[in-house]
């Protein structure tokens, strides 16, 4: 299951890349998927089980496909995330761009598995509303102490219990540095 999320979790990275910047060339997202054998690592994964390419991703995730499946753990996990959204008080229009880009990265057969309906006016309104929001970024249209709480927001469990304290010595030395 590790190298399933982990694995979906660099593809989901190289597709936003892809769909909003920054541009990458072939060997540079060869290069980053190499890289992510260190978060593997990180997390308890073995890094050579871990892909190396993009073409190790590809092929990893197609021979995944055919075991997918809406199960009721799927349901009760878009339920959990939908009672913590709301729990957050909702959604600005920046967090809606954000989360409808990330539904619109999601590919058309598993947007079919998962029962979602997705037309050109939804990705559109995606697409464009992400791209305003990363635009916005990048000429410094984000009010101070934003990218403060959003630090202090990172460092919260998805489902808002804290993350525990990195443990003294828990890293190998080569992760360290």
């Known amino acids: 299951m590790l190298l399933w999320v982990h694995t979906l979790w660099v593809w989901a990275l190289l597709r936003a890349a892809q769909l909003y910047g920054p541009e990458l060339t072939d060997a540079g997202r060869d290069r980053f998927v190499t890289e992510q054998r260190i978060a593997a690592r990180l997390v308890g994964l073995d890094p050579e089980k871990a892909p190396a390419t993009v073409a190790d991703v590809d092929g ?7 075991q997918m499946a809406f199960t009721l753990d799927v349901v009760n ?30 590919p058309p057969e598993m947007k079919a598995l998962l029962g979602i309906r997705w037309r050109k006016g939804d990705r559109l309104l995606a697409r464009a509303g992400a791209q305003a929001v990363v635009a916005g970024y990048n000429r410094g249209l984000v009010k101070p102490g934003a990218m403060e709480e959003l630090r202090r927001r990172v460092e919260q469990h998805a489902f808002g219990g804290r993350v525990r304290p990195p443990v003294a010595g828990a890293l190998p030395a080569s992760a360290a540095g």
Do not use: T
């Open 60 to 66: 990893y995730l197609r021979h995944m496909r055919p």
């Open 77 to 106: 996990m878009g339920i959990a995330l939908a009672r913590h959204q709301a729990r957050a008080g909702g959604m600005d229009m920046a967090k809606l761009f954000l989360n409808l880009a990330a539904v619109d990265m999601i």
